[in-house]
């Protein structure tokens, strides 16, 4: 799917048509976060759908988002009630190569990208030392394994088979402070270590990402767990709101991811 907002939600309807049509599960390709927030907005209100997000594992970024229509399909219900992500079409790819060649990211998606697949049929990269994991649908899984052999210039031996067990650790930068409240110019100030001022010009001019979500408004009210991010400065999330100061300021605790 697309990053046009206008997109994803034709292309999320479309999916619910395609299940009730065929009384089964119907698959978009990977989304990322902010997609795959546009396409929830939809679905969180519909009752006569199933729906899941999946991306391989727990803190996955790109999923693929998985859709069944109970309107017709009743028997559906129960076939998937515990295991609606089973049968997503995706496939666990790991790359073999030698400890001391310093892969990254950036190589792996880059030969990826020049075998010609789109980016949505690529989900997570991740890299650890002498091993990589990504998750591929499973048309470009074959492709990628009858194709590649080295990523740059690094030989790599690929197996389709086994599972996923990288221990992915998110890594974080602590900013703590105070605030007057919680409006978005206030805790932009905090976390980007602007003046308010700033942070209010920053917020009318280019926006702030608040939960993928786009935001012009300085008064906007933030929440404990708000995902914000700003283009330039990175992406934070509200971790705690733990007090009020003798002056009334709101204590708070912000991450900013590594």
Same mark, same amino acid.
């Given at each position: 799917?697309?990053?046009?907002?206008s997109?994803?939600?034709?292309?999320?309807?479309?999916?619910?048509? #395609?299940?009730?049509?065929?009384?089964?599960?119907?698959?978009?390709?990977? @989304?990322?976060?902010?997609q795959?927030?546009?396409?929830?907005?939809?679905?969180?209100?519909?009752?006569?759908?199933?729906?899941?997000?999946?991306?391989?594992?727990?803190?996955a #970024?790109?999923?693929?988002?998985?859709?069944?229509?109970?309107?017709?399909?009743d028997?559906?219900?129960?076939?998937?009630?515990?295991?609606?992500?089973?049968?997503?079409?995706?496939?666990? @790819?790991?790359?073999?190569?030698?400890?001391?060649?310093?892969?990254?990211?950036?190589?792996?998606l880059?030969?990826l990208?020049? @075998?010609?697949?789109?980016?949505e049929?690529?989900?997570?990269?991740?890299?650890?030392?002498?091993?990589?994991?990504?998750?591929?649908?499973?048309?470009?899984?074959?492709?990628?394994?009858?194709?590649?052999?080295?990523?740059?210039?690094?030989?790599?031996?690929?197996?389709?088979?086994?599972?996923?067990?990288?221990?992915?650790? #998110?890594?974080f #930068?602590?900013?703590c402070?105070?605030?007057?409240?919680?409006?978005?110019?206030?805790?932009?100030?905090?976390?980007?270590?602007?003046?308010?001022e700033?942070?209010?010009?920053?917020?009318?001019n280019?926006?702030?990402?608040?939960?993928?979500?786009?935001?012009f408004?300085v008064?906007?009210?933030?929440?404990?767990?708000?995902?914000?991010?700003?283009?330039?400065?990175?992406?934070?999330?509200?971790?705690?709101?733990?007090?009020?100061?003798?002056?009334?300021?709101?204590?708070?605790a912000?991450?900013k991811?590594?």
């Amino acid at each position: 799917m697309e990053s046009d907002k206008s997109i994803i939600p034709a292309r999320t309807e479309d999916l619910i048509r #395609q299940s009730a049509k065929i009384c089964s599960p119907a698959y978009s390709m990977f @989304l990322d976060e902010k997609q795959c927030a546009e396409a929830e907005k939809i679905l969180i209100s519909r009752s006569d759908i199933k729906y899941a997000f999946w991306g391989g594992y727990d803190d996955a #970024q790109r999923k693929i988002l998985c859709i069944y229509s109970l309107s017709g399909c009743d028997y559906l219900d129960e076939l998937y009630s515990e295991g609606l992500t089973e049968e997503i079409p995706m496939k666990c @790819l790991t790359f073999i190569y030698r400890k001391s060649d310093v892969l990254t990211h950036r190589d792996f998606l880059g030969s990826l990208m020049a @075998l010609r697949l789109k980016r949505e049929t690529v989900g997570d990269i991740v890299v650890s030392e002498g091993k990589t994991q990504i998750f591929v649908t499973n048309t470009a899984s074959k492709l990628i394994c009858s194709t590649v052999g080295k990523i740059g210039r690094t030989g790599v031996k690929i197996y389709d088979d086994m599972p996923f067990d990288i221990v992915k650790k #998110q890594e974080f #930068q602590d900013i703590c402070g105070t605030v007057a409240s919680m409006r978005a110019d206030s805790v932009l100030s905090l976390a980007l270590r602007i003046s308010r001022e700033k942070s209010a010009q920053l917020i009318r001019n280019t926006g702030v990402q608040i939960n993928f979500t786009p935001v012009f408004s300085v008064s906007y009210e933030m929440k404990c767990k708000d995902v914000f991010s700003v283009k330039g400065y990175g992406k934070f999330i509200i971790d705690e709101i733990s007090g009020i100061s003798k002056k009334g300021r709101l204590h708070i605790a912000v991450k900013k991811y590594k």
